[in-house]
T-cell receptor, first 111, second 115 residues
Framework: AQKVTQAQTEISVVEKEDVTLDCVYE???????LFWYKQPPSGELVFLIR??????QNEISGRYSWNFQKSTSSFNFTITASQVVDSAVYFC????????FGAGTRLTVKP | ETGVTQTPRHLVMGMTNKKSLKCEQH?????MYWYKQSAKKPLELMFV???????ENNSVPSRFSPECPNSSHLFLHLHTLQPEDSALYLC??????????????FGPGTRLTVL
């Protein structure tokens, strides 16, 4: 069975702080993809990144970075120098067969 | 219009009403999805359509009835709903349903309240 766990329900930081959102997954598939989505107050989920199970290289995109560690089944997301516009709910997802989403982490960045 | 659009954005209905949610994708995708998002729960996949054929139905009650007349449009017909059906209903599309590689593109959702 596939499962995605985002243990942090809510996180609150002050602007310019760094913040890491945790994601741990379970799957028996040998080939799978991991995703992060952002859901701003407007409602639609916005795709941020995709990783396949064979590519453990970390990735950086501006203030965003992702740390994929297959040994611990984790795919964590770090926002550096957070901004108020980063406030949203962030979802981690896993797809081998079906897409499975975590419950999401609500990030609030205060000015 | 671009991306995935959904109407209405908000809907309040009684338990005896019949209503429909509409989704349209302008991305030329072949797969469309309905998800239910309840507070503090993971997104629940309800239905998957690939080239207008339903390929997945995740034990959804019959009071939810999907319809996909073409690859760009997806409807969710609602009747005799229960208060626990109140949630945000999200529509998504992707290039195809079979590839795990393809990310899904989401609409803004319909916030449904059942009184």
């Amino acid at each position: 069975a596939q499962k995605v766990t985002q243990a942090q329900t809510e996180i609150s930081v002050v602007e310019k702080e760094d913040v890491t959102l945790d994601c741990v997954y379970e799957t028996r598939d040998t080939t799978y993809y991991l995703f992060w989505y952002k859901q701003p107050p407007s409602g639609e989920l916005v795709f941020l990144i995709r990783r396949n199970s064979f590519d453990e290289q970390n990735e950086i995109s501006g203030r965003y970075s992702w740390n994929f560690q297959k040994s611990t089944s984790s795919f964590n997301f770090t926002i550096t120098a957070s901004q108020v516009v980063d406030s949203a709910v962030y979802f981690c997802a896993l797809r081998g067969g079906d897409m499975r989403f975590g419950a999401g982490t609500r990030l609030t960045v205060k000015p | 219009e671009t991306g995935v659009t959904q109407t209405p954005r908000h809907l309040v209905m009684g338990m005896t009403n019949k209503k429909s949610l509409k989704c349209e994708q302008h991305l030329g995708h072949n797969a469309m999805y309905w998800y239910k998002q309840s507070a503090k729960k993971p997104l629940e996949l309800m239905f998957v359509y690939s080239l207008e054929e339903r390929v997945e139905n995740n034990s959804v009650p019959s009071r939810f009835s999907p319809e996909c007349p073409n690859s760009s449009h997806l409807f969710l017909h609602l009747h005799t709903l229960q208060p626990e059906d109140s949630a945000l209903y999200l529509c998504a599309s992707s290039q195809d349903a079979g590839s795990a590689y393809n990310e899904q593109f989401f609409g803004p959702g319909t916030r449904l309240t059942v009184l």
